[in-house]
């Protein structure tokens, strides 16, 4: 099959769980000998068209910001991504595209063009849907994003997700799911060791500095535990448009000497080396489509504590008091939580061995699996 898919950034240039997702996918299809494309915007260097490991990437447009000064996604990069692809799917034919939402105005031209395209079917994979949230996101704007996300809803495709989460609240919107396919990990990666040169911290937070990430809980959960005569160092790997405001919780509480920021991380084999040199990976976030870091950080025997909210997909992946904690979104309750992993080891290791074998459970082979059967008979 020529299958390609849609989303508005690619990895490695974002590390995000969307694109670390596609990737994973797009480059195991081409080694069950299928051809793969991806349009993105042009986030590298040199030619429009670049092949790597067997993966063709198209930079349907320029790569700008995705989200605006106050963390909200940006309304242009979305509409330039969506023209990009029109236009591209004008010359360009495909055996099936599979576009990945919330990329919902690339969507829509997807489908436009595919209406018009003999032979190309059109594949949905929902990572979230927004449904009532689109106000709090994105404003008076938002009015508009979730009148196009009901049209998305409402095209007459094979509409996949990532989790039961994201299934229900789809079928909200009036569409079941196809099928929940699971993102994996990749074992064999797992069992490497990459501590060389990595600082070590007992609590580790991954992620895009946007306010649906929700850090600001962890900084006033960890001023708690310095109350309460603990000082645990805290990392914090990720950028986006709230890291000033976040820098500056930090300094407002004088926990300089116990968080810091420490930006992005180049390669994939530096997330893991954070991960192994971690005792606890904080998942705070208000909102997951999935939540890949907390699949990953059990491949590495790292317990998880996250939030027990309606819109944290993530949360359905940490078995309670089993492989980590899903508590009440309040400081008290995630510092509570912390104190436990990082002063009971024999309890920590205990989740740790848990984690690892709910790990070995979900791996890509068996997303590939699923993805290429659905796929074949989407074709078909």
């Known amino acids: 099959m020529r299958i390609a898919f849609v989303y508005d950034t690619a990895y490695p240039e974002s590390k995000g769980g969307v694109e670390k997702r596609v990737w994973e996918l797009a480059r195991r299809l081409v080694g069950r000998g299928h051809q793969v494309h991806l349009l993105v915007p042009k986030a590298w260097d040199?030619?429009?068209?670049?092949?790597?490991?067997?993966?063709?990437?198209?930079?349907?447009?320029?790569?700008?910001?995705?989200?605006?000064?106050?963390?909200?996604?940006?309304v242009v990069p979305a509409l330039a991504h969506a023209i990009g692809v029109f236009h591209h799917l004008r010359t360009e034919q495909y055996d099936l595209i599979d576009c990945q939402i919330p990329a919902h105005l690339a969507t829509l031209a997807a489908w436009y063009r595919t209406r018009r395209m003999s032979g190309t079917k059109l594949v949905i994979t929902w990572h979230e849907a927004w449904e009532q949230s689109w106000l709090k996101e994105m404003g008076p704007v938002g009015h508009i994003g979730r009148r196009i996300e009901n049209l998305v809803a409402g095209i007459a495709s094979t509409h996949l997700t990532v989790s039961e989460h994201t299934a229900e609240t789809l079928a909200r919107l009036g569409q079941p799911a196809a099928a929940v396919i699971p993102s994996g990990v990749d074992l064999s990666y797992a069992a490497r060791s990459w501590r060389s040169g990595i600082p070590a911290s007992d609590v580790l937070f991954v992620g895009r500095l946007v306010p649906t990430k929700n850090l600001g809980l962890l900084i006033e959960a960890t001023a708690l535990?310095?109350?309460?005569?603990?000082?645990?160092?805290?990392?914090?790997?990720?950028?986006?448009?709230?890291?000033?405001?976040?820098?500056?919780?930090?300094?407002?509480?004088?926990?300089?000497?116990?968080?810091?920021?420490?930006?992005?991380?180049?390669?994939?084999?530096?997330?893991?080396?954070?991960?192994?040199?971690?005792?606890?990976?904080?998942v705070p976030s208000l909102r997951e489509g999935f939540g890949m870091i907390v699949l990953e950080a059990a491949a590495h025997g790292v317990p998880v504590v996250t939030v027990d909210h309606p819109r944290n997909a993530a949360r359905h992946l940490v078995r309670h008091d089993v492989t980590g904690f899903s508590v009440p979104p309040t400081p008290d309750a995630f510092a509570d939580a912390l104190q436990i992993l990082l002063e009971d080891e024999a309890r920590r290791q205990g989740m740790a061995r848990e984690a690892i074998e709910t790990a070995r459970r979900a791996t890509w082979d068996a997303a590939v699996d699923t993805t290429e059967a659905i796929y074949a008979a989407r074709v078909a």
Request: glycine share 10%; proline share 3%.
């Open 225 to 282: 535990l310095v109350e309460r005569g603990i000082f645990p160092r805290v990392l914090v790997v990720g950028d986006g448009p709230h890291r000033m405001t976040w820098q500056n919780q930090v300094d407002r509480l004088g926990l300089n000497d116990c968080i810091e920021l420490v930006g992005t991380v180049e390669t994939e084999s530096d997330v893991v080396a954070l991960l192994e040199s971690s005792k606890v990976l904080a």
């Open 46 to 74: 040199g030619l429009d068209r670049l092949e790597r490991e067997g993966v063709i990437l198209h930079g349907v447009c320029e790569a700008r910001p995705l989200y605006t000064s106050r963390g909200r996604r940006a």
